[in-house]
């Protein structure tokens, strides 16, 4: 890979760990708000106003930073360290569901990590957005493996997400990443994406969301069929599919749209908000988001620097793979 193509790819991976941020924190103003109760006056002023600060984020982002941390650390997935991670980094004044705090705490007061997450919701585990909301780091790391990447994705997912709905949305969310880090603006193509994406869906109803997906950008749905159709809940189901969606329907118009477009549909905004801004900031890249949005984000140096830390990895990681190939 040639020195102008890795700084690219660098400034990507960055812009998708930053944009994934500031989507849940500036969503986080307006997590609940029913559609059609929704202050959009007020989400126009913010976005317009240049010294607009994004500021906290919630549990999707410090879930995402145990994700990032564990993988650096460890060069890699360890399951056990990052389920200790999500504990040490557990704080519930960030606003974590009540499935994931109910698996954290298990876990600290000495429950088998592997394990206790399948206990919840009557043995099916959770089927909420909380995995995929957490996951852009593992699309990153392992953009250039289709088959790794669904492997990693369901390994952290499981820790605290055992439902086959809530895994399908993360591997889903991840491949989104994964595949938007590899797309250029001047050539690409929605209808594409989602062949790439459906590859590797096997449940019919994500296949279903999909469709309708494809179906949607062929048209000019209103936001209100937009979520009758997608959804803007917390279950994986009803917000991965969503934000898929947003980026593909308004990656000509930026990152900044995409952002207000996924934000103002309601109900779950800062983790809808979340994955669409992973998804566009890999896309885009960090030059492509607001300054001010990146400048004061809380904690946007950490993110700045573990990002570059995981570009180095995934090039290690990647050129290690080409040599067992070749020595094979």
């Known amino acids: 890979m040639k020195e102008n193509e890795k700084t690219k790819l660098e400034k990507k991976m960055i812009g998708c760990i930053l944009g994934s941020m500031i989507g849940d924190a500036i969503g986080a103003r307006f997590e609940g708000h029913p559609y059609y109760n929704f202050p959009i006056e007020l989400l126009d002023s913010l976005l317009d106003d240049p010294k607009l600060i994004v500021g906290k984020y919630t549990d999707d982002t410090q879930m995402m930073k145990g994700i990032l941390e564990s993988l650096l650390k460890n060069q890699g997935l360890n399951e056990e360290d990052m389920a200790n991670t999500f504990v040490k980094n557990f704080d519930i004044y960030r ?38 909301m957490r996951i852009c780091p593992v699309g990153l790391l392992y953009y250039f493996n289709i088959n790794k990447l669904s492997e990693i994705a369901k390994f952290s997912s499981v820790i605290t997400h055992t439902h086959e709905d809530a895994i399908e949305g993360a591997i889903l969310q991840a491949q989104a990443v994964a595949l938007a880090l590899k797309e250029e603006l001047d050539n ?16 019919s109803q994500y296949e279903k969301k999909l469709n309708t997906i494809n179906t949607m950008l062929n048209s000019s749905p209103t936001d209100i069929e937009v979520i009758n159709k997608l959804g803007n809940k917390i279950s994986a189901i009803e917000s991965v599919p969503t934000a898929i969606y947003l980026f593909l329907k308004y990656y000509e118009s930026g990152f900044k749209i995409i952002i207000k477009n996924a934000i103002k549909l309601g109900g779950d905004t800062d983790t809808i908000a979340c994955m669409a801004g992973a998804i566009a900031g890999a896309f885009f890249g960090i030059d492509k988001i607001p300054k001010n ?6 904690e946007n140096d950490f993110f700045i620097q573990s990002s570059k830390q995981l570009f180095l990895l995934s090039q290690k990681m990647q050129s290690n793979m080409r040599s067992k190939i070749q020595n094979s």
Do not use: C, H
């Open 188 to 203: 690409f193509s929605p209808k594409k994406f989602l062949k790439e994406l459906m590859k590797i869906t096997y449940s």
């Open 293 to 298: 949005w990146v400048q004061t984000v809380e």
């Open 95 to 132: 606003g974590y569901g009540i499935g994931t705090t109910r698996v954290l705490e298990a876990i600290r007061k000495g429950a088998d990590w592997n394990g206790v997450a399948k206990l919840s919701f009557g043995g099916q585990g959770s089927y909420g957005n909380g995995a995929a």
